[in-house]
């Protein structure tokens, strides 16, 4: 497709459920990235792709968090048994991540998954 | 945690105005760039200023970079109702030397309202 899309828009899960949301980003992008952002803030950092291979978890709040991106090209976002704290907005970004010293990384965003855990 | 801050947090003009949005940062940056989001949606990437930059402009867009007071400013000049939106600053903090994508860390935002 033309742009990140992201599915689903919308996911309401009871607490303890377990959730996946998926990113399907722009076609022969080399980098993908997964944001949190909370309500009347801006995205932060959760982890970061290159291809297949997960370079970066850094931002993962906790070990209930998992990241995928298995062939280098979609990836899922699975939280095991959602807190209430785990609501808001998952954003999935893709950049070409061209090599070299005139890389910008710029990056193209999804329009996200909003979650809200009751 | 967010990189910085930005300010005001809301702002507020009639259609036709200036709005002048400001963004301070933390570390060293690789360059810094500009984001918009409407409501419900994703960003959209505005413009890019590197480190070694000091000013940038875009059709009605024009960025400052200060990176000795680590601050960018971001102009828009005779602004419309459709610029109705969250900016948001980004900072990338990757080095250049080793080629590959990083993550970018975001300011806190600025709610811009333009009315018509």
């Known amino acids: 497709g033309a742009g990140v899309s992201q599915s689903p828009r919308y996911k309401v899960a009871k607490r303890g459920q377990d959730v996946a949301l998926r990113c399907d980003p722009i076609s022969g992008h080399v980098s993908l990235f997964w944001y949190q952002q909370a309500l009347g803030q801006g995205p932060e950092f959760l982890t970061y792709?290159?291809?297949?291979?997960?370079?970066?978890k850094s931002g993962l709040p906790s070990d209930r968090f998992f990241a995928e991106r298995p062939e280098g090209s979609v990836s899922t976002l699975k939280i095991q048994r959602t807190q209430q704290e785990d609501s808001a907005v998952y954003l999935c970004?893709?950049?070409?991540?061209?090599?070299?010293?005139?890389?910008?990384?710029?990056?193209?965003f999804g329009a996200g998954t909003r979650l809200s855990v009751l | 945690s967010q990189q910085g801050e930005e300010d005001p947090q809301a702002l507020s003009i009639q259609e036709g105005e200036n709005a002048t949005m400001n963004c301070s940062y933390k570390t060293s940056i690789n360059n810094l760039q500009w984001y918009r989001q409407n409501s419900g949606r994703g960003l959209v990437h505005l413009i890019l200023i590197r480190s070694n930059e000091r000013e940038k402009h875009s059709g009605r867009l024009r960025v400052t970079l200060d990176t000795s007071k680590k601050s960018s400013s971001l102009l828009i000049t005779a602004s419309r109702a459709a610029d109705t939106a969250s900016y948001f600053c980004a900072t990338d903090a990757s080095r250049v030397s080793s080629g590959s994508a990083r993550q970018l860390t975001f300011g806190s935002g600025t709610q811009l309202t333009v009315l018509p």
């Open positions: 792709f290159q291809n297949e291979a997960q370079l970066d």
């Open positions: 970004a893709s950049s070409s991540g061209l090599a070299g010293a005139s890389a910008k990384n710029i990056q193209y």
